[in-house]
């Protein structure tokens, strides 16, 4: 009896810490406990919603600024699939200009305010501030997206050289796009 009430119990903790997540989700449901300072979120703002991209990150050849004759692989723009923490699809994230776009419509774009590395073959952790969103739904009234749990996305190993100018390269990725309110 004793063991079948302790279940019941974390059982019904368990679904109550999982109510939270996802489009919409409200209560801070994402502790920034262990992220760089340059990456969190000032306080007076909450957890609006936790979302998982998966997708691409197009690159491309190009000549170095202020560095005649040399070159390097620049970021083109991301291509993905934002999930909630069922894997349901609930939006998409693509760009030039960065933007989250909600499968209810609304949608906004930010402005980067930090980064933060996340080892040498992971994009950095990333701290934007939202713009305005445009359309009634999910993304009205979201201040801040963070971008954590970065895999992948970097620039290509490969060289980028005169030769491959103008050449693209697509590489994988995944992130948690953590969305925030003022409260």
């Known amino acids: 009896m004793i063991v079948r009430t302790l279940s019941l119990l974390a059982a019904a903790t368990g679904l109550a810490a999982c109510s939270g997540m996802g489009m919409g989700g409200s209560g801070n449901t994402y502790s920034q406990a262990s992220l760089p300072d340059a990456v969190k ?16 990150i ?11 004759g040399d070159h390097e692989w620049t970021f083109i723009g991301p291509d993905a699939r934002l999930a909630d923490r069922t894997g349901r699809q609930v939006g998409k994230y693509y760009g030039p200009p960065a933007t989250w776009e909600s499968a209810d419509g ?5 402005t980067q ?15 934007v501030k939202g713009n305005p969103a445009t359309g009634p739904g999910a993304m009205q009234g979201v201040t801040y ?20 100018a103008g050449q693209k390269q697509v590489v994988n990725y995944s992130a948690d796009y953590i969305f925030y309110r003022a409260m």
Request: contains cysteine; aromatic residues 2%.
């Open 41 to 56: 979120v000032p306080s007076g703002h909450k957890v609006a919603m936790e979302t998982k991209g998966t997708g691409t």
């Open 58 to 68: 197009t690159y491309e050849c190009r000549a170095k600024a202020n560095s005649p």
């Open 106 to 110: 609304s949608k906004l774009t930010g």
């Open 113 to 127: 305010v930090s980064t933060a590395p996340n080892g040498s073959t992971n994009i950095p952790y990333q701290l």
């Open 145 to 164: 997206i963070q971008r954590v749990a970065t895999m992948g996305g970097t620039a290509p190993a490969m060289t980028c050289e005169a030769a491959k």
